[in-house]
């Protein structure tokens, strides 16, 4: 079917009174939040939000920013979400870019109109977005409509925008769900930003499942069963005290993730989920489920991958985003004859073992006739102690042609002779750095 009802409005009729989303202070349930969804969608179709149009948002972890997507999604519109961390000229720039005629904004963020960008505060969606007559039922959401625009830096570090379809975030969340089953009773803790497709990702699992999102700075909350993380997250969590039971299912992705931490944690008994994505597959693409030897595992149902030419991954399915926007061209989605995406990772992948990723296609360098990936000495590196980061370069050598040296930050209290026995016991001899420079 090329349609799917609206979460909540499936969860309102089945079963309303369980909780769709809770904070410190209060927690709404799934026909509360069906009704405030209706009526912040009738706010915005009063202030002229057409089916099709660009509003770009300044998401909040707070109540009720999930909600405004939704809305956003129930009149056809297209939910462009904007960091407001970014520097000024950058979050001008990508408004520019993005071209929306509305922007959805906290309350107090202090932006008037923009050209002919009209802000809508959220005070003004809350006040209008008590129950409207009684509330309708069976409210269906078609999957090819456009919903999402992301910006996405790549790995060139120039801005892109991934626009995705509703049916990219509903079949990413029911492949995730699979192998990762979200209860009713669960509760997802939404602990990365709206502006990231991971953290979209976490609102389409969560409501699809008629769970409960719940909404808190604290990753060790006692009350979350599944968490979704960045390696650097994981590690505070690992600091924290062992008094209190880490949530069930971690799912950690969106940067390498070193060894050493993945078998840190799996020694703290947390069932941890190493999970290679990118935006361009709406988040997920594969995941490790077996807690033991360390991989990026399989993937998901409505995903394929294979690893082309020269070792870089090639992805396809359900998932797979529906282009690159530009505000003068439209989207454009770079594929190949087959329908692969080139991702521009470069890794290994079999039955057995499941995927491995060494680097990124634009940082592989030769040395000796072997390819280098920076990105896996810096894996390895950071994975040890008193080693804060490690930035991995090329130098030109005339036997070998370039050998890589590497530049270390820490604490000082860890040798180059340290590390360079730690690293023969992981690499070959020619991707051990000559030269270590600490900072």
């Known amino acids: 079917m090329n349609i799917f ?64 997507f939704f809305a956003l999604f129930r009149l056809g519109a297209i939910a462009c979400p904007i960091d407001s961390q970014l520097p000024p000229t950058s979050f001008l720039h990508l408004l520019h870019a993005l071209s929306p005629t509305y922007l959805i904004i906290p309350d107090g963020m202090g932006y008037s109109k923009i050209g002919h960008i009209v802000p809508i505060p959220f005070s003004q969606l809350a006040k209008s977005a008590a129950p409207i007559s009684p509330p309708s039922f069976r409210i269906y959401l078609a999957k090819g409509t456009l919903a999402t625009c992301l910006s996405t830096s790549g790995s060139t570090g120039q801005p892109k925008i991934a626009c995705h379809s509703l049916g990219n975030h509903y ?6 769900s699979r192998y990762m089953p979200l209860k009713t009773t669960d509760h997802y803790l939404l602990s990365l930003p709206l502006y990231h497709i991971a953290g979209v990702a976490i609102l389409f699992r969560t409501f699809l499942a008629g769970a409960t999102l719940l909404l808190s700075d604290d990753l060790g909350h006692p009350r979350a069963t599944h968490l979704s993380l960045v390696p650097t997250q994981l590690c505070r969590l690992l600091e924290r005290s062992p008094s209190r039971p880490f949530p069930q299912h971690l799912l950690c992705g969106g940067a390498p993730i070193p060894q050493t931490l993945y078998e840190q944690a799996l020694r703290k008994g947390l069932g941890i989920y190493p999970s290679y994505g990118m935006s361009e597959m709406s988040s997920q693409i594969a995941t490790n489920f077996s807690l033991g030897s360390f991989s990026l595992g399989h993937s998901l149902p409505y995903r394929e991958l294979k690893v082309g030419e020269g070792g870089e991954i090639y992805v396809r399915g359900e998932t797979l985003f529906q282009g690159y926007f530009h505000r003068e061209r439209g989207l454009t989605l770079p594929l190949d004859d087959e329908g692969w995406f080139h991702t521009g990772d470069v890794g290994a992948y079999s039955p057995e073992g499941g995927l491995q990723i060494f680097g990124r296609i634009d940082r592989r360098f030769i040395c000796g006739g072997e390819n280098i990936y ?30 890589p040296v590497v530049h270390i930050k820490g604490d000082g209290g860890v040798s180059e002779n340290t590390l360079k026995a730690l690293l023969a016991l992981r690499l070959p001899k020619f991707k051990i750095p000559t030269s270590f420079y600490f900072s």
């Open 374 to 403: 920076p990105e896996e000495i810096e894996s390895i590196l950071e994975g040890i102690e008193g080693v804060e980061s490690a930035a991995v370069i090329p130098v030109a050598d005339e036997e070998w042609g370039m050998r």
């Open 171 to 176: 079949y990413s969340a029911l492949g995730s």
């Open 5 to 68: 009802e609206c979460p909540f409005a499936l969860c309102a009729r089945i079963s309303g009174r369980n909780v769709a989303i809770t904070s410190s202070t209060r927690s709404w349930t799934y026909s509360e939040c069906h009704l405030l969804i209706k009526g912040i969608a009738h706010t915005l179709k009063m202030a002229g939000v057409k089916f099709g149009e660009r509003v770009a948002l300044v998401p909040t972890k707070d109540f009720p920013t999930p909600l405004i």
